[in-house]
């Protein structure tokens, strides 16, 4: 990617709307774009960057954290497998991560990627303007 020049997170046919914010279950918040794709679709690095971590968890089921050149942590969750990567391994913008999936709070859904944005690693802010803008949406 050239610099500044985001990849669209999902490598293949995405559909998605704003919803940050938006309420969840047990009084939560939204705090990603959900990126409905078909399960397995491939999922890449937006950005050039360092793995920081991979680990499941039972909201975000499979999870990938990656840390951007510009500090910027960009979060998936819900994936049904991951990629060959491993922490701290620097990769560049379109690296697979894994694959599009439903596990953690989304099982029994429609396959998606939850996204997030966190400048400089803190408290996310609305991903939608970057992922539609990466996705030429």
């Known amino acids: 990617a050239a610099a500044g020049k985001l990849r669209c997170p999902v490598d293949g046919a995405t559909s998605f709307t704003d919803t940050f914010g938006a309420p969840r279950s047990g009084g939560r918040r939204h705090m990603g774009v959900d990126m409905f794709a078909a399960e397995g679709t491939p999922l890449v690095a937006v950005t050039d960057g360092v793995i920081l971590r991979k680990q499941s968890s039972p909201a975000g089921g499979l999870g990938v954290w990656l840390r951007g050149s510009n500090s910027t942590v960009y979060y998936y969750a819900h994936l049904s497998s991951y990629a060959s990567i491993s922490p701290g ?39 939608y303007p970057t992922a539609a803008r990466a996705c030429g949406k």
């Open 89 to 127: 391994q620097k990769i560049g913008a379109g690296t697979r991560v894994g694959s599009v999936g439903s596990t953690g709070n989304a099982a029994g859904g429609p396959p998606h990627l939850h996204f997030e944005v966190q400048p400089g690693g803190g408290s996310p802010i609305n991903p």
